[in-house]
């Protein structure tokens, strides 16, 4: 009927594993109130028993420590989860400074070839897995490629498999892969783009409503923010993890990445802005630390 405001579609549901909304609620000190995490749960569609099962698990894995019991313990992380948490902040803060055109592409690409032998099969693999990880694309067997200037990384991740000795890196500005000279064309062969665009639609898509949300209501419940926040840090990690970092002059524009980091962006801005300080978990920190530095200096 004229004059009704047209309905709006439903907010996707983010599916968030019970180890992640653990992690996800770890406070500036390193403890998690578990009185919050029971609270959180059900919002996310989790029973009490499955998170009764996580803590356990957590706790018998040392990730944490448990003190007291119920919905009045508190768990404090180990020095081992301290190390996992939250997004690489300077990879994240890297894709913010290439949206903002801060980090404009010098033509050169970044190769590493190695030949590991049979002995060390599980270094090799690892190896392989590392350098995918980290944004990779392989060109042929033991020869793997990437836009940005990846070598202290591969670096660090060599010496840890100890195959430092097997590898050989190097640059260049001229490419041809096959017949193809255009960087943009050997990207689009390199990296499966469309599979990666379409993550970041499906963030874009989870985003969009709960930014609507968060500016529509600043008066949201403590419990009501922690599950967006929570939500929001579990799609983005997915959107981001198998992401190499292309430089927008390899992309086709306008790129869904872009997009969907700036509504995210957009999201963690409100949320720490209506957020007090004791209410606050250490995702807040992490993402303001990535987005501040594109912001800053745009």
Not at 60 to 86: D, H, N, P, W, Y
Not at 235 to 254: I, K, S
Not at 279 to 285: A, D, H, I, K, T
């Amino acid at each position: 009927m004229p004059g009704t405001d047209s309905p709006r579609t439903p907010e996707p549901a983010v599916q968030v594993p019970t180890r992640t909304l653990v992690e996800a609620l770890i406070h500036t000190d390193n403890t998690v109130d578990t009185g919050e995490l029971y609270a959180i749960a059900p919002l996310l569609g989790m029973t009490d028993q499955q998170v009764r099962l996580c803590v356990k698990r957590l706790v018998t894995e040392g990730r944490f420590t448990q003190e007291g019991r119920g919905r009045k313990a508190v768990l404090r992380a180990t020095g081992a989860t301290e190390q996992t948490l939250g997004p690489d902040i300077e990879f994240v803060a890297h894709a913010f400074r290439q949206d903002a055109g801060l980090a404009p592409w010098d033509g050169t690409w970044h190769l590493v070839a190695f030949a590991v032998p049979e002995t060390a099969r599980s270094a090799r693999d690892a190896l392989r897995a590392a350098l995918t990880r980290l944004g990779g694309a392989p060109v042929q067997g033991g020869l793997y490629i990437s836009a940005n200037a990846w070598e202290p990384y591969v670096e660090d991740q060599a010496r840890h498999l100890d195959v430092l000795d097997h590898l050989t890196l190097l640059t260049t500005d001229n490419l041809r892969h096959g017949n193809e000279h255009d960087p943009a064309v050997i990207a689009r062969n390199l990296w499966p783009q469309d599979e990666i665009a379409d993550r970041y639609q499906r963030l874009a898509s989870v985003a969009r409503p709960r930014l609507r949300r968060l500016q529509e209501d600043t008066y949201l419940p403590a419990p009501q923010r922690l599950t967006i926040a929570v939500e929001l840090a579990a799609e983005f990690t997915r959107a981001m993890e198998p992401d190499p970092l292309l430089p927008p002059e390899l992309l086709p524009q306008p790129w869904p990445g872009k997009q969907a980091r700036e509504l995210v962006a957009q999201c963690w801005s409100l949320l720490d802005k209506y957020t007090g300080k004791g209410e606050r978990v250490s995702l807040f920190q992490l993402y303001r630390d990535a987005i501040r530095p594109a912001v800053a200096d745009n």
